[in-house]
């Protein structure tokens, strides 16, 4: 008797290849539009120049974030929480009214996998012919259209990586190091790094990172609602699919599969909203393209919510739910986070202070009979402009700095200062006494800033 054979059971599926189809119509120019403002402002930014450096800079080193006019310490990491927090809501906010219309249009994968396509269609050609040339067996042409892809892949992918390195290594001086072959090991990693991210993940990985690797297609259902436009399908005017055209009880659908051959993921819209959908409505042009041919009204497959679709909602009635309880929170937080960081920033006071005392005199007396205590000021500017500054000290009546009180800060640095403080003897309690330093702007502009320090007189 022959022994059962084990069953086998795949964890995993093989992946199946995906051969999107070029389309045309609103929401591909639509999406080209977009890549074309991303990849400008991308690639663009770091060759900006703004009072004599870089205009958007991350400068790792120095410990400063430049962005145009504004100059960011580690102490302003406030700006750049409050900044996540607000493109958080601002996703939500998005999510709630058009569904995954950010990861369809903007999100770099989709950026990236856009271009990287069009790339692709140059070298192997249209849907079929691509499928075709992977079926065939290699030869001289076969390994002349995919190497010259790869090849253009390569390139637009190391310039990605190069750029992205330009926004924390000033990208001018990048380029003359890697014109000259003397990047450092630091910038080569990156770089290499970046590019090589930016070739898988838009040349071989593609919808795989928007199906298993991005959390975003996980929990965006939880933001959605009954009236959140996503791209649906009208089962009720499409069913039943009959690819005769005007077959009598048949429904619009003619069962082309169109909508199928141009999904970025794959997926068959007919069959109801799925996770893998990214809204990228490249199926609502294909379907209102074959509606165009077939003579029949488009809007077969659109952007719809599910009230809409159920209680058959006019296109004014779609739009007069859209400001809901749900996007009213999510506007009025971004309203008041967003105005909160904008007068904050404008409110910032551009000299910061931090007194440190000589630990190591606690308190001598001098000429005079005078008490002396010696202080290092930590004196950050802000500005990009020097800044001429008086120090002054009080606290105790007769408190007065025995060094040059007016001092020179330049633009966007920090400094260092010994200064040495003197009271009159018999003033001040012995032990610790509170005093504090104000350093004024003397340059026309209302900058102050006040720290407080401890004055110790000796016992």
């Not at 249209?126 to 790869?150: F, M, N, V, Y």
């Not at 005017?237 to 082309?256: F, T, V």
Request: with cysteine; aromatic share 12%; charged share 20%.
């Amino acid at each position: 008797m022959n022994a059962p054979k084990e069953a086998v059971i795949r964890m995993y599926a093989a992946r199946q290849e995906i051969y999107p189809r070029e389309i045309k119509g609103r929401y591909a120019s639509l999406r080209w539009a977009c890549v074309w403002l991303t990849q400008l402002l991308f690639y663009g930014l770091p060759w900006i120049e703004m009072h004599g450096r870089q205009a958007v800079l991350f400068d790792l080193a120095s410990r400063k974030f430049y962005l145009f006019g504004l100059v960011l310490w580690p102490q302003d990491f406030i700006y750049l929480a409050a900044l996540l927090i607000l493109c958080a809501y601002g996703l939500f906010l998005v999510t709630a009214v058009a569904g995954r219309v950010w990861c369809g249009f903007a999100c770099p994968q989709t950026v990236y996998t856009e271009i990287f396509l069009w790339i692709e269609r140059k070298f192997e050609g249209t849907r079929s012919s691509r499928i075709r040339l992977d079926r065939q067996p290699w030869s001289l042409e076969k390994l002349a259209r995919k190497g010259g892809k790869h090849a253009a892949w390569g390139l637009v992918a190391l310039w990605t990586g190069f750029t992205f390195v330009g926004y924390f290594t000033p990208v001018r001086e990048l380029s003359f190091d890697a014109a000259s072959f003397g990047l450092g090991p630091w910038e080569s990693f990156w770089v290499l790094f970046y590019g090589f991210a930016t070739y898988g993940n838009a040349g071989w990985l593609r919808e795989q990172v928007c199906k298993y690797m991005c959390p975003y297609a996980r929990f965006q259902s939880a933001m959605f609602d009954k009236d959140t436009l996503i791209v649906t399908y009208d089962a009720a005017r499409g069913e039943p699919r009959s690819p005769r055209q005007g077959a009598a009880g048949a429904g619009d659908c003619i069962d082309c599969s169109m909508c199928v051959q141009v999904c970025p993921t794959g997926i068959d819209i007919r069959q109801g909203l799925q996770y893998e959908c990214i809204g990228c409505a490249a199926c609502v042009d294909a379907c209102n393209g074959v509606m165009d041919k077939v003579k029949r009204p488009r809007g077969l497959i659109r952007y719809a919510t599910e009230n809409a679709l159920a209680q058959r909602f006019s296109a004014s009635q779609v739009r007069s739910r859209i400001l809901r309880p749900r996007v009213l929170v999510y506007t009025a937080v971004l309203a008041i986070l967003g105005g909160a960081m904008v007068a904050s920033l404008a409110l910032r006071n551009p000299l910061k202070l931090d007194v440190i005392r000589d630990r190591g005199a606690m308190g001598r007396e001098v000429e005079d009979g005078m008490i002396e205590n010696v202080y290092r000021l930590q004196v950050m500017n802000t500005l990009e402009a020097p800044q001429r500054l008086r120090i002054s000290v009080d606290g105790i009546a007769s408190a007065r700095v025995a060094d040059q009180d007016i001092v020179e800060i330049d633009a966007a640095t920090t400094r260092a200062l010994p200064v040495r403080v003197r009271i009159a003897g018999g003033e001040g309690r012995p032990g610790s006494n509170r005093i504090a330093f104000t350093l004024t702007s003397t340059d026309g502009a209302a900058h102050q800033v006040r720290e407080e320090a401890a004055f110790i007189v000796p016992k």
